[in-house]
Antibody, heavy 116, light 110 residues
Framework: EVQLVQSGAEVKKPGESLKISCKGSGYDFSNYWIGWVRQMPGKGLECMGVIYPRDSETSYSPSFQGQITISVDKSMTAAYLQWSSLKASDSAMYYC?????????WGQGTLVTVSS | QFVLTQPPSASGTPGQRVTISCSGSSSNIGSKTVNWYQQLPGTAPKLLIYTNDQRPSGVPDRFSGSKSGTSASLAISGLQSEDEADYYCATWDDSLNCPVFGGGTSLTVL
């Protein structure tokens, strides 16, 4: 069974760093693009970027370029989304999802709250 | 504003047929395939339709998708209370290096 399991909810202060994870199982992790999707409270879905685990090729949506870092550890079958300095506006639910012509499998989401 | 335009809301009564539209342009829907996602309250989105009109296994055939030119539609027949959710259309966007989503349509079953 294909599963994407994300790390738990985080509460951070502005300016702090954060790295959340998405662990894949039940499939050949290296051969499917993984994307990260943001959903701000009460709002729609926004794709932040995608990564191909086999060679770590990464593409960022222009709105998020320079604001985040997407990485992967093939040995751990995990993808990561990282911020070096959080802002209050980063408060949102973050989903990872496997791309195979569509985002066919999703993680359960990681809620990030940034507040002083 | 969203590149793909959806009505913000739709509604229907149990058993009814409802359609949700998604309007784009020649650079997105007009040249790419369309996916539809269902997001039930408090849950992660779920792929409902891929490649314009294909259903993943497990998705009831009450759900159907179509595409014509620069527009796409999701139809739900035999509406059920459990269909109350947000629905998003999406297509790959080369300029974003990511899929682009519509703004979402909140479906209410009256």
């Amino acid at each position: 069974e294909v599963q994407l399991v994300q790390s738990g909810a985080e509460v951070k202060k502005p300016g702090e760093s954060l790295k959340i994870s998405c662990k894949g199982s039940g499939y050949d992790f290296s051969n499917y693009w993984i994307g990260w999707v943001r959903q701000m409270p009460g709002k729609g879905l926004e794709c932040m970027g995608v990564i191909y685990p086999r060679d770590s090729e990464t593409s960022y949506s222009p709105s998020f370029q320079g604001q985040i870092t997407i990485s992967v550890d093939k040995s751990m079958t995990a993808a990561y989304l990282q911020w070096s300095s959080l802002k209050a506006s980063d408060s949102a639910m973050y989903y990872c999802a496997r791309w195979d012509g569509g985002f066919g499998y999703w993680g359960q989401g990681t809620l990030v709250t940034v507040s002083s | 504003q969203f590149v793909l335009t959806q009505p913000p809301s739709a509604s229907g009564t149990p058993g009814q047929r409802v359609t949700i539209s998604c309007s784009g342009s020649s650079s997105n829907i007009g040249s790419k395939t369309v996916n539809w996602y269902q997001q039930l309250p408090g849950t992660a989105p779920k792929l409902l339709i891929y490649t314009n009109d294909q259903r993943p296994s497990g998705v009831p055939d009450r759900f159907s998708g179509s595409k014509s030119g620069t527009s796409a539609s999701l139809a739900i027949s035999g509406l059920q209370s459990e269909d109350e959710a947000d629905y998003y259309c999406a297509t790959w966007d080369d300029s974003l290096n990511c899929p682009v989503f519509g703004g979402g349509t909140s479906l209410t079953v009256l």
